[in-house]
């Protein structure tokens, strides 16, 4: 019996000393940057439910995306041809999730899964010049497919992805950080590169 109180005090206190490493503040802070500096992500979207073999399944494939707003919403350029938009402009919400992780990618280090909906902006609008700037500085090599480039290969628009859930994975959880970040607290982090010394910077 005692050494059992012992061995629970003993936990009880590892954990009360470890949960304090990483707040939901923290979190919001490297989840933030890990946004702003990769610019490369997998990117997952639902088979619509009139898919004749694959209806309501997932799908996950990498995407391009930049961190050009101060809330953190992504710009994306959004191609109607491809299987992302198509399951995106069939489901009810626009549906998407968005995930990044730090590199090199290692069961400790951190993660970041944003789900949200993705705003088409009509044909020729949306592109203004910041947003243009923000998306070639992170993607030069998309110059070619801009939705302004008449001799891109496909059609292409402007979009943009607003999170509404963002669920973090700080590494390990007896030191890190591992749940859901509220919006707000989100929204309204700086992304700060010197949150952790490990990303991998595009920007
Ligand atoms: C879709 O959006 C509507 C209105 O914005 C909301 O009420 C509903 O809960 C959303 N559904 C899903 C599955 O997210
Ligand atoms: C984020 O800011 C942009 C303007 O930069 C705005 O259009 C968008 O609606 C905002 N996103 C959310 C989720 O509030």
């Known amino acids: 019996m005692f050494f ?20 939901v503040e923290d979190a919001a802070s490297i989840a933030r ?28 494939l990498q995407e391009y995306y930049s961190s050009c707003h101060t809330n953190g919403s992504l710009t994306l350029i959004f191609m109607p041809i491809s299987r992302h938009s198509q399951n995106i402009l069939h489901s ?3 549906s998407a999730s968005i995930t990044v992780w730090s590199s090199p990618p290692a069961a400790s280090q ?25 998306y070639i500085k992170s993607h030069p090599d998309a110059k ?35 749940g859901s970040i509220p919006l707000p607290l989100y929204q309204e982090t700086n992304p700060t590169i010197s949150v952790t010394g490990r990303l991998n910077v595009q920007l």
Do not use: Q
């Open 92 to 94: 009810r919400n626009h």
């Open 110 to 134: 951190a993660r970041v899964s944003l789900m949200g909906k993705v705003h088409v902006f009509p044909d020729g609008t949306g592109g203004e010049n910041s947003i243009r700037e923000c």
């Open 144 to 178: 070619r497919w801009l939705p302004d480039n008449e001799h891109g290969p496909h059609t292409a628009l402007w979009a943009r992805f607003d999170p509404h859930t963002i669920y973090f994975v700080g590494g390990f959880g007896d030191e890190h950080y591992i």
């Open 33 to 60: 940057t890990l946004m702003t500096s990769t610019g490369v992500g997998t990117m997952a979207t639902l088979y619509p439910n009139d898919h004749p073999y694959l209806a309501g399944e997932p799908f996950a």
């Open 4 to 23: 059992k109180t012992l061995y629970w005090l003993a936990l009880a206190w590892s954990t009360s000393l470890t949960s304090a490493f990483e707040t």
